[in-house]
């Protein structure tokens, strides 16, 4: 991809993510395939989360030096207090998606992304400079 693509599609989830509701959802939706993260069926876990709720429907979940940008099937309002635990339903160490959940809320889509994309995912709808 050239470097004016990324930018134009850059600038166009800005716009989409300056609103907020269902809008944030598919500014990271339109991350998700201007950056093709390949979607992952099961990671490896040492059971030492943290995570930042981008929106209703999507977290990033930290987990040691990993980073993973996760998609719950539905809306999730379960996501209110700071820590979380998996409710992992099959290996103890491993999270699966369209298996596992968090909080109850069912893992739809997992995507493995690095501390850039993390960060830039964060900014979706924040104003410059804030």
């Known amino acids: 991809m050239t470097r004016f693509s990324a930018a134009l599609a850059l600038i166009?989830?800005?716009?989409?993510?300056?609103?907020?509701?269902?809008?944030?959802?598919?500014a990271v939706t339109d991350f998700i395939s201007v950056a093709e993260?390949?979607?992952?069926?099961?990671?490896?876990?040492?059971?030492q989360y943290g995570f930042t709720q981008l929106s209703d429907q999507y977290?990033?979940?930290k987990e040691r030096g990993d980073v993973y940008l996760i998609e719950f099937a539905r809306r999730c309002y379960e996501l209110n207090?700071?820590?979380?635990?998996?409710?992992?339903?099959?290996?103890?160490n491993a999270l699966r998606s369209r298996?596992?959940?968090?909080?109850?809320?069912?893992?739809?889509r997992m995507?493995?992304?690095d501390a850039a994309q993390a960060?830039?995912?964060?900014q979706l709808g924040k104003a410059p400079g804030k």
């Open 12 to 26: 166009f989830l800005a716009g989409c993510a300056a609103q907020s509701g269902p809008d944030k959802n598919q």
């Open 37 to 47: 993260l390949e979607e992952l069926r099961k990671i490896r876990t040492r059971h």
């Open 59 to 61: 977290i990033i979940l």
């Open 81 to 92: 207090e700071d820590h979380i635990t998996p409710d992992i339903r099959r290996e103890s």
């Open 99 to 108: 298996l596992d959940t968090i909080r109850g809320c069912r893992i739809g």
């Open 111 to 113: 995507f493995a992304i």
């Open 119 to 122: 960060e830039e995912l964060q």
